[in-house]
């Protein structure tokens, strides 16, 4: 008989357990948050993904699909143009804060300035042109050592002027045949 009387002390038990009952789903929830921040990352963004996802709400219509579909790109394409105009106001800023550069020109040859190279003839067979070679020697940027390298030009030389031997200066110009793209300027010695 005690045990089926229902006392006041046996309803206030009974509904506190019933409480923390009821209180256990969301605490199981703060301490799955508590494991997923001490997880690996892998279980944490697993926690994320399970925290963000929609309660299933079964099949869906094609116009359901496609009006979410819209929606969506209608979102993306609003980010992308807020996004855009903040890097051209960025963009803008820089460009006005920097002082204007110039660009980086070879020193000999600025924007409508043709490249001019002295060389030496090799050969004068041709008519009309002459092949130089242009010796270029230069340091290695890491290891200093002075590099040695020569580039052959195929020149125009209208009046046969230089021979074989001869130090020339040539000047860039128009493509004149499928190898030529250079023009003699003057010879500054002949060969001996």
Same mark, same amino acid.
């Given at each position: 008989?005690?045990?089926?009387?229902?006392?006041?002390?046996?309803?206030?038990?009974?509904?506190?357990?019933?409480?923390?009952?009821?209180?256990?789903?969301?605490?199981?929830?703060? =301490? $799955?948050?508590? &494991?997923?921040?001490?997880?690996? @990352?892998? %279980?944490?963004?697993? !926690? *994320?993904? #399970?925290?963000?996802?929609?309660?299933?709400?079964?099949?869906?219509?094609?116009?359901?699909?496609?009006?979410?579909?819209?929606?969506?790109?209608?979102?993306?394409?609003?980010?992308? =143009? $807020?996004?855009? &105009?903040?890097?051209?106001?960025? @963009?803008? %800023?820089?460009?006005? !804060? *920097?002082? #204007?550069?110039?660009?980086?020109?070879?020193?000999?040859?600025?924007?409508?300035?043709?490249?001019?190279?002295?060389?030496?003839?090799?050969?004068?067979?041709?008519?009309?042109?002459?092949?130089?070679?242009?010796?270029?020697?230069?340091?290695? @940027?890491?290891?200093?050592?002075?590099?040695?390298?020569?580039?052959?030009?195929?020149?125009?030389?209208?009046?046969?002027?230089?021979?074989?031997?001869?130090?020339?200066?040539?000047?860039?110009?128009?493509?004149?045949?499928?190898?030529?793209?250079?023009?003699?300027?003057?010879?500054?010695?002949?060969?001996?």
């Amino acid at each position: 008989m005690a045990e089926s009387e229902e006392t006041t002390e046996n309803v206030e038990e009974v509904t506190s357990t019933e409480a923390t009952a009821e209180a256990t789903p969301s605490e199981e929830t703060t =301490t $799955a948050a508590a &494991a997923a921040d001490a997880g690996t @990352r892998k %279980e944490r963004n697993a !926690a *994320a993904r #399970a925290a963000k996802a929609k309660p299933a709400s079964g099949p869906r219509t094609l116009e359901e699909r496609l009006e979410e579909r819209a929606a969506h790109k209608a979102r993306n394409a609003r980010q992308r =143009t $807020a996004y855009r &105009a903040k890097q051209k106001v960025k @963009r803008a %800023e820089a460009r006005t !804060a *920097a002082p #204007a550069v110039d660009e980086q020109q070879a020193p000999e040859h600025g924007p409508g300035k043709p490249k001019v190279r002295q060389g030496v003839v090799v050969s004068d067979k041709a008519d009309k042109t002459i092949v130089v070679r242009v010796d270029v020697a230069r340091r290695h @940027r890491r290891y200093h050592k002075i590099l040695r390298s020569s580039v052959t030009l195929h020149v125009h030389d209208e009046s046969n002027d230089a021979h074989a031997g001869d130090t020339v200066r040539v000047q860039e110009c128009r493509p004149m045949s499928r190898t030529k793209r250079w023009r003699l300027l003057d010879v500054l010695e002949r060969a001996r």
